[in-house]
């Protein structure tokens, strides 16, 4: 059974850092994986989307690699602002389920402090 | 263009009532999907319907829980005699193609809170 886990649960920074967040999962066949955003009350904002065959996807101060084979994917926030503060899910599709499901991570909550 | 949209947004119920969840896809998307995340937790899956036809429920906790699909288009989530585990938020989910490889787009999830 895939699991997904993220690292850290929870992570407090000063405006402007840079920082990492990190996500690992069992089973190395899947089709891709995902980052979303989830705001309190709020339902998911899909971030990046890294097919299987891919290394990395860019969007904006997004940064999101994968490495398939060690089961591993970070997403890297620039410069980070305040806006930012939310909880960031990663979620992978894997093929024993037949790709048409995503699997969770619990999570990372992040709060950017002016 | 509209996104996915989920009412109600929030659903209060006693125990033991029975409760029904819709949700609206992305016109013409094919795909659709339903997840139960708890507080705290990350989604989990729940079923999946390709147009009308359920192809996995194998999400779905108990027999209580049923979902339809009746014309490809808007999702019913159903579940009867509501217990107190089952509070959480129910999200659904669409994407576009059959495929195994596309993107899934979330609405804003309906919030049920059973006492």
């Known amino acids: 059974k895939q699991e997904v886990t993220q690292i850290p649960a929870a992570l407090s920074v000063p405006e402007g850092e840079n920082l990492v967040l990190n996500c690992s999962f069992t089973?190395?066949?899947?089709?891709?994986l995902q980052w979303f955003r989830q705001d309190p009350g709020k339902g998911l904002t899909s971030l990046l989307l890294?097919?299987?065959?891919?290394r990395e996807q860019t969007s904006g101060r997004l940064n999101a690699s994968l490495d398939k084979s060690s089961g591993r994917s970070t997403l890297y926030i620039a410069a980070s602002q305040p806006g930012d503060s939310a909880t960031y899910l990663c979620?992978?599709?894997?093929?024993?389920?037949?790709?048409?499901?995503?699997?969770f991570g619990t999570g990372t909550q992040l709060k950017v402090e002016l | 263009g509209a996104g996915v949209s989920q009412s109600p947004r929030y659903k209060v119920a006693k125990r033991g009532q029975d409760v029904a969840l819709r949700c609206d896809p992305i016109?013409?998307?094919?795909?659709l999907f339903w997840y139960q995340q708890a507080l705290g937790q990350g989604p989990e899956f729940l079923t999946y319907f390709q147009n009308e036809a359920q192809l996995d429920k194998s999400g779905l906790p108990s027999d209580r829980f049923f979902a339809e699909r009746p014309e490809g288009s808007v999702s019913t989530l159903k579940i009867q005699r509501t217990q107190q585990e089952d509070s959480a938020v129910y999200l659904c989910?669409?994407?576009?193609?059959?495929?195994?490889?596309?993107?899934?787009?979330f609405g804003p999830g309906t919030r049920l809170t059973v006492l």
């Open positions: 989910a669409s994407s576009p193609r059959e495929t195994v490889d596309n993107e899934q787009f």
């Open positions: 979620a992978v599709s894997g093929v024993t389920g037949g790709g048409n499901k995503l699997t």
């Open positions: 890294i097919q299987s065959s891919q």
């Open positions: 089973d190395s066949a899947i089709y891709n």
């Open positions: 016109s013409g998307h094919v795909s």
